[in-house]
């Protein structure tokens, strides 16, 4: 079957620790995002990649760094540097950029 | 300063009644809307999408509705079922920005 699939479902990061967030796609999308939920709030645009090798910043993409090496992969790292990063991380991707975007089932991470 | 609002956080509605939930926006240059469902600790799944040329989009028990000038948007579910509960996320689309914004999300129960 096609779709998304984000790893781990449950994430713990300790202080000053970096996490790795795992996004990968058998859509052959093109189009890739991460987004961010926060308890009672909308989704938020961290990063996103309309084509392999190239990414661009969302809103809020202090203290995350992502790549794109690969069509079905964008991999999202929650660095030292973002100093609120519980919450619950939604990877998306889409054929076209902008239109219809395909969600995962998200990754839920808290601070220990 | 939110572009896409959904000013209800939650609407309660009776089995097999109609549910209607609004979206407000105030970027006259978004061109494209899409309703997403959302059930917890899920990703959430696209329901419906209008373009900004339309005033209805209908598919089966689902209807958006496109008011452009009065910046409203809304989902309308017919008949709604207990399946339907979950929370509702609308979103909207800044091409020339390469953006897609989503409102707050409004929380719908439909009680048997």
């Known amino acids: 079957d096609g779709g998304i699939t984000q790893s781990p479902k449950y994430l713990f990061r300790k202080e000053g620790q970096n996490v790795t967030l795992s996004c990968e796609q058998n859509?052959?999308?093109?189009?890739m995002y991460w987004y961010r939920q926060d308890p009672g709030q909308g989704l938020r645009l961290i990063y996103y990649?309309?084509?392999?090798?190239?990414?661009q910043k969302g809103d809020i993409a202090e203290g995350y760094s992502v790549s794109r090496e690969k069509k079905e992969s964008f991999p999202l790292t929650v660095t030292s540097a973002q100093k609120n990063p519980t919450a619950f991380y939604l990877c998306a991707s889409s054929d076209r950029p902008w239109e219809k975007l395909f969600f995962g089932s998200g990754t839920q991470l808290s601070v220990l | 300063d939110q572009q896409v609002k959904q000013n209800s956080p939650s609407l309660s509605v009776q089995e097999g009644r109609i549910s209607i939930l609004n979206c407000d926006y105030t970027?006259?240059?978004?061109?494209?809307f899409l309703w997403y469902k959302k059930y917890p600790a899920e990703g959430p799944t696209f329901l419906i999408s209008i373009s900004s040329i339309k005033d209805k989009n209908e598919d089966g028990r689902f209807t958006v509705f496109l008011n452009k000038s009065a910046k409203h948007l809304s989902l309308h579910i017919v008949p709604s079922q207990p399946g339907d509960s979950a929370v509702y996320f609308c979103a909207a689309r800044e091409w020339s920005l390469n953006m897609l914004t989503f409102g707050g999300g409004t929380r719908l129960m439909v009680k048997p």
């Open positions: 859509l052959n999308h093109d189009a």
């Open positions: 970027n006259s240059m978004f061109d494209y």
């Open positions: 990649s309309q084509i392999v090798n190239d990414f």
